[in-house]
T-cell receptor, first 110, second 111 residues
Framework: RKEVEQDPGPFNVPEGATVAFNCTYS??????FFWYRQDCRKEPKLLMS???SGNEDGRFTAQLNRASQYISLLIRDSKLSDSATYLC???????????FGAGTTVTVRA | EADIYQTPRYLVIGTGKKITLECSQT?????MYWYQQDPGMELHLIHY???????EKGDLSSESTVSRIRTEHFPLTLESARPSHTSQYLC??????????FGPGTRLTVT
């Protein structure tokens, strides 16, 4: 079983729409959770950390459900520039390593 | 912008050649990582280091080797390149267990 599983999409949405997607993780002892963004043929970059109480960063909202071991990302008022692959990332407990999901591709159309 | 650099950015090389992919960072991070990523696939950790003279193999078996003689430098070497090594190689560094900063990657093609 993969440590982090994501719906690959793609999610094709019009500008201004709201899009949401989840990922699940297998290790219940994981403590740190993140969403990274990866543009086509570029390196991943941290989008936001995910906190237990849920957190918001502008148009992006992340939620964590420890009981069900899933993390969600919601993008409101989608922009063309939001088109990218979103990677769900979970830390290895008691370690500095990160496990990356394969990513969810979002395409925002005009 | 993260101060982490990789060279070369693109490399096309013949089977059997020895190659070294360079990675350096100027952030003073102790922890450095090498990932392999095929198109549309997840990143796989192939090597990591938590400090000078400390290196470990990652979760994905790899025929490459690494060294960490200086904090800022973490080169990856393939002694004999094969077509199966064709992939993108991403180097990253971190200060702690949280954000990892990635270099721009090296796209390797072995013919």
């Amino acid at each position: 079983r993969k440590e982090v599983e994501q719906d690959p999409g793609p999610f094709n949405v019009p500008e201004g729409a709201t899009v949401a997607f989840n990922c699940t993780y297998s290790n219940s002892a994981s403590q740190s959770f993140f969403w990274y963004r990866q543009d086509c043929r570029k390196e991943p970059k941290l989008l936001m950390s995910v906190y237990s109480s849920g957190n918001e960063d502008g148009r992006f909202t992340a939620q964590l459900n420890r009981a069900s071991q899933y993390i969600s990302l919601l993008i409101r008022d989608s922009k063309l520039s939001d088109s990218a692959t979103y990677l769900c990332v979970v830390n290895s407990p008691n370690d500095y390593k990160l496990s990356f999901g394969a990513g969810t591709t979002v395409t925002v159309r005009a | 912008e993260a101060d982490i650099y990789q060279t070369p950015r693109y490399l096309v090389i013949g089977t059997g050649k020895k190659i070294t992919l360079e990675c350096s960072q100027t952030m003073g991070h102790d922890k450095m990582y090498w990932y392999q990523q095929d198109p549309g696939m997840e990143l796989h950790l192939i090597h990591y280091s938590y400090g000078v003279n400390s290196t470990e193999k990652g979760d994905l078996s790899s025929e490459s080797t690494v060294s960490r003689i200086r904090t800022e430098h973490f080169p990856l070497t393939l002694e004999s390149a094969r077509p199966s090594h064709t992939s993108q190689y991403l180097c990253a560094s971190s200060r702690d267990a949280y954000e990892q900063y990635f270099g721009p990657g090296t796209r390797l093609t072995v013919t």
